[in-house]
């Protein structure tokens, strides 16, 4: 079975600063057709999940310019430019390639120093 | 606007029965492929369950299959979970999500706001 591994699984930012994740997947994302279909989510506290980026690098509606993923194949990584309180929560990515079997990675919980 | 609203959680017991629904608004609920998702206490997002948008193909996660049955109501506008034989490991909060158009691939673009489920004598 497909594993989507994520690190670090808890990530403690300064307000202003950068943040990185990283999500390993154990089979290629890369799908018959060309596309990569890896996509990241956050679950803010008390809320419900949210899509931030879709195929890589695609950022859904909405969504704050300073996140950013990028990646290929099987590593991929999403990037937060200048956290600000309201991204504190928990990032999973999220692999569709491969449906109908789906897979969360196991979440990374981003917190302010 | 898109909107997802579950309903239907609660306790119940080992081995017992629950249907969750899920009434949508704000988009042609037949156009769309529709799934759960589930997340239980301290553990991440687990996919549960995915149906077509015409509602004639069905895809469960290994930890469900043979126990749950979801199923939509086109006129009605409503998404539903039947789940049968409840284990204690089901006990989670149940999403209902939105699949884009004809694309399962980037599944889950639109959330509802989830149900709490739990499984305990």
């Known amino acids: 079975d497909l594993v989507l591994t994520q690190s670090p699984l808890s990530l403690p930012v300064t307000l202003g600063q950068p943040a990185s994740i990283s999500c390993r997947s154990t089979?290629?994302?890369?799908?018959?057709?060309?596309?990569?279909?890896l996509s990241w989510f956050q679950h803010r506290p008390g809320q419900s999940p949210r899509r931030l980026i879709y195929?890589?690098?695609n950022r859904d509606s909405g969504v704050p310019d300073r996140f950013s993923g990028s990646g290929s194949g099987t590593d991929f990584t999403l990037k937060i430019s200048r956290v600000e309180a309201e991204d504190v929560g928990v990032y999973y990515c999220?692999?569709?390639?491969?449906?109908?079997?789906?897979?969360f990675g196991q979440g990374t919980k981003v917190e302010i120093k | 606007e898109e909107q997802l609203l579950e309903s239907g959680g609660g306790l119940v017991q080992p081995g017992g029965s629950l249907r969750l629904s899920c009434a949508a608004s704000?988009?042609?609920?037949?156009?769309?492929?529709m799934g759960w998702v589930r997340q239980a206490p301290g553990k991440g997002l687990e996919w549960v369950s995915v149906?077509?948008?015409?509602?004639?193909?069905?895809y469960y996660g290994d930890s469900v299959k043979g126990r749950f049955t979801i199923s939509r109501d086109s006129p009605e506008n409503t998404l539903y979970l039947q789940m049968t034989r409840l284990r204690a490991e089901d006990t989670a909060v149940y999403y209902c999500?939105?699949?884009?158009?004809?694309?399962?691939?980037?599944?889950?673009?639109?959330w509802g706001q989830g149900t709490k489920v739990i499984v305990s004598s």
């Open positions: 704000g988009f042609n609920f037949n156009n769309y492929a």
């Open positions: 999500a939105k699949i884009p158009f004809g694309d399962y691939a980037n599944a889950f673009d639109i």
């Open positions: 195929q890589v690098s």
């Open positions: 089979q290629s994302l890369v799908h018959n057709n060309g596309n990569t279909y």
């Open positions: 999220f692999q569709g390639t491969h449906w109908p079997q789906w897979t």
């Open positions: 149906i077509s948008y015409d509602g004639a193909n069905e």
